[in-house]
């Protein structure tokens, strides 16, 4: 077999059938009980609830992640343009500085360590 064959040939997957399961699947095996195809369980119906609650985000934002949570901050559609700028720019300021304030801290204790 050459290279041209590896990478001519087309790649097959195949699903895997439990033995117990002697009907062939279709569409209706690999969808939820409403037929609906690419949601999350009824048990998930509360993420996405939680991502579009403006609290939740700006929680998220300066209690855990800073920055690093700007992508949540852009997802909720509650949220206007102006409104995604100005909580942005605060976020990666207050970021900045606890970074700063923990560099500051490791400084001293370094001083006082060595002095």
Request: glycine share 10%.
């Amino acid at each position: 077999m050459t290279q041209q064959d590896d990478f001519g040939s087309a790649i097959e997957a195949q699903l895997v059938v439990p033995s117990s399961a002697g009907a062939p699947m279709d569409a209706s095996t690999l969808s939820d009980r409403q037929g609906s195809f690419g949601k999350a369980p009824a048990g998930y119906g509360g993420a996405d609830k939680l991502i579009q609650s403006k609290l939740a985000v700006l929680a998220c934002l300066f209690l855990v992640t800073g920055f690093l949570g700007l992508p949540l901050l852009w997802m909720n559609r509650r949220f206007s343009a102006a409104e995604r700028f100005l909580w942005a720019f605060a976020v990666t300021i207050y970021t900045l500085v606890l970074i700063g304030l923990v560099g500051a801290i490791v400084i001293w204790c370094y001083k006082q360590l060595m002095g």
